[in-house]
């Protein structure tokens, strides 16, 4: 099913427009249904043909939308099954509280593991990842793999084993490619601080990092992050502008070189899912893929995940077809079922799993199709993170149960590559 219609994109622009407070898109009122399309994804398409909506996510049997205050009598009439996940997104938002202040260093100087109690300004988590690496001095380094859009550095850890630097197989991962998925940088992190605080006296983790050098960029998309966290929370794509158009951002994950431009893409620039006119002209995109072509050629990547949210899934190559598989796909099959079933352990959290374009939607020009494909990567993966019927906008109070659980999956998973 390809990415719902452009025509609700234009309502979603005068639903910003219309709601603007001082710099900032409200959302007080706007109520998020989980609707079912049973099959009739064109009908549905047109009914909401004028409404201001903004659709959240979506796969072949539903599609997540938020509704403006003014348009939920028309929305009430339509002749679809609806669930109500919320009942005033703006008090989602505000319930997930204020961006928390730097929590400094615990007593071991490693920053405080209270840094997982909220949710932080970019600024900060650039202090966290410099402060995560100087406590583990000898096995780690900052690195830098080029600028975004608006000229931030697109930054991260990487970390190694007894080996020491650059002496075995990349594990890269990529967090908030989408601005709105704050939760992905916070998981991310939470992986980093285990294993920098677990290192000295976890055999498990010795064992992984012995094993693997760790490349991590918790925030591919630091201009779209910025602008979810001053403008608009629900803002998803980068800030890019194009000539002769007012529409801004590129879906990052929509402009690799691998199936660019196919189904599950838009060359509309006010799509949600523009992939952008040529692959890799979105910069960020352009430095990740120079950066996976020198891990490639380097000890090449073993594991990539970009992670994302909500959907709670483990998405496995392809996206940009949903009857090709790589050669490998029923071992990679067999150990995204385990990674869940670890996953689910601590919470009974359930991720479903499998190629991305059959168990979520078809998207062309995605990261993980990349690394597969032009990277070389075993395992070229997304992870859809918690979750229904949250969103987006994840209580605060889940970054920790979120990071657990997947810190459960991961040392599973790291360990039987
Ligand atoms: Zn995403």
Redesign the pocket.
């Known amino acids: 099913m390809k990415f719902l219609s452009i025509v609700w994109l234009a309502s979603i622009s005068n639903a910003f427009a219309r709601t603007s407070r001082n710099a900032s898109a409200s959302f007080d009122g706007f109520k998020v249904y989980r609707v079912n399309t049973s099959g009739r994804i064109n009908e549905l398409n047109s009914a909401l043909k004028g409404l201001s909506i903004i659709e959240l996510n979506h796969n072949d049997a539903t599609v997540d939308v938020a509704i403006s205050p003014e348009h939920l009598e028309a929305f009430d009439t339509l002749n679809f099954t609806t669930t109500e996940l919320s009942q005033d997104l703006g008090a989602d938002i505000a319930a997930e509280g204020p961006l928390g202040s730097y929590p400094g260093l615990d007593e071991n100087g490693v920053p405080s593991i209270s840094w997982f109690d909220s949710y932080h300004a970019y600024e900060d988590h650039i202090q966290y990842w410099s402060d995560l690496q100087a406590s583990f001095p000898n096995n780690s380094e900052l690195i830098q793999v080029g600028p975004s859009f608006e000229g931030r550095q697109i930054q991260g850890i990487h970390l190694w084993g007894s080996s020491g630097k650059d002496s075995k197989p990349a594990i890269f991962f990529n967090g908030n490619?989408?601005a709105r998925?704050w939760i992905t940088s916070k998981v991310v992190e939470y992986l980093l601080y285990q294993i920098v605080t677990g290192y000295e006296n976890d055999t498990v983790i010795q064992a992984v990092l012995n094993n693997y050098d760790f490349y991590v960029l918790p925030v591919v998309n630091p201009d779209g992050f910025v602008y979810s966290q001053t403008s608009n929370r629900l803002w998803?794509k980068n800030r890019q502008t194009r000539d002769n158009t007012t529409a801004i951002g590129t879906d990052i994950?929509r402009n690799w070189s691998v199936g660019f431009g196919g189904d599950g893409s838009s060359s509309n620039p006010s799509s949600e899912t523009f992939s952008g006119y040529q692959p890799g002209d979105a910069p960020e995109t352009a430095a990740l893929m120079a950066y996976a072509q020198t891990l490639a050629g380097d000890k090449g990547i073993k594991l990539y995940i970009d992670w994302?949210?909500y959907a709670q899934v483990i998405l496995l190559s392809y996206g940009y077809s949903c009857d090709t598989f790589p050669p490998n796909y029923d071992r990679q099959v067999a150990l995204a079922g385990e990674t869940a079933a670890r996953i689910a352990q601590p919470y009974n959290t359930t991720f479903d799993y499998g190629s991305g374009c059959l168990v979520l939607y078809q998207s062309s020009g995605n990261g993980r199709d990349y690394m597969t494909d032009a990277a070389g990567a075993e395992f070229g993966w997304g992870i859809?993170l918690r979750s229904t019927p949250y969103g987006f906008v994840l209580p605060a109070d889940q970054i920790l149960p979120s990071g657990i659980e997947i810190w459960e999956g991961m040392k599973y998973l790291w360990a039987n590559l």
Request: hydrophobic share 10%; net charge negative.
């Open positions: 490619v989408h998925e998803r994950n994302h949210s859809e």
